[in-house]
């Protein structure tokens, strides 16, 4: 059996309502990602699985349940202890990209070497990470000057830059075509199987269900499937 790097257990997300009954994003919600693989979370707008990713990834707390990182329940953690988490252990992709306009595509990976104290060669590393995501001849290019796609594929650079243990991925595709989409699953799996990263994607797209390793599918908060 495959290694768990990530395991949520029994989580509820409920958001107070004025004068009403809390709202439950996720309801009991168990599910885990194996180690080096990659895990698909799939559901329509308004699933909970942005909600559920946000958990998972430290980013906010659940109502109950608990979540663990390898041996370490996040839960458990202080804030600060889970910044320190989210700084070492954690990347994140989003659909927006976000990246910062007057940098090349390396100086947006440096910058972000630089944010997490990275202590070996910068250049080096943003280099190796670029020419990972196919990118590495397009170094010295401006955000502008890139397709869609390939600013997707930076940020995915960027975000694996410090060698995270987890990748965190919400609607990556959203914003591309299928083709181009693909190409970005297509990296995803590429890195899993290269650099043993545990990646954990969003997505609606049902064409992209047949290439992660473990799939959940949500609806109104609850998985009602698991492949």
Not at 76 to 94: D, Q, T, W
Not at 184 to 208: N, P, R
Request: aromatic residues 6%; contains cysteine; proline residues 4%.
């Amino acid at each position: 059996m495959d290694e768990i790097m990530l395991k949520a257990e029994n989580i509820v997300r409920a958001f107070p309502m004025a004068g009403r009954e809390p709202f439950y994003a996720l309801k009991n919600v168990s599910l885990y990602a194996p180690s080096g693989k990659l895990t698909l979370l799939k559901g329509r707008s308004g699933s909970g699985k942005t909600t559920l990713l946000n958990i998972l990834s430290a980013l906010d707390m659940p109502t109950e349940g608990q979540v663990f990182l390898g041996d370490k329940e996040l839960t458990r953690l202080s804030e600060h202890s889970r910044a320190l988490v989210r700084r070492s252990e954690i990347g994140y992709v989003f659909q927006s990209v976000a990246l910062i306009p007057m940098m090349t595509a390396q100086e947006n990976v440096e910058f972000t070497l630089r944010l997490n104290r990275y202590k070996g060669n910068r250049r080096q590393r943003a280099l190796e990470c670029l020419r990972l995501v196919g990118l590495e001849k397009r170094a010295g290019h401006m955000p502008q000057e890139m397709s869609g796609g390939e600013q997707q594929r930076v940020a995915i650079a960027r975000a694996i830059a410090h060698n995270p243990k987890v990748l965190f991925a919400d609607e990556p595709t959203g914003a591309l075509d299928t083709n181009t989409g693909l190409q970005v699953v297509k990296i995803f799996k590429d890195l899993c199987a290269s650099q043993g990263i545990t990646i954990v994607m969003t997505t609606h797209d049902t064409g992209l269900m047949s290439i992660g390793d473990r799939v959940y599918e949500l609806e109104d908060g609850e998985v009602i499937h698991a492949q």
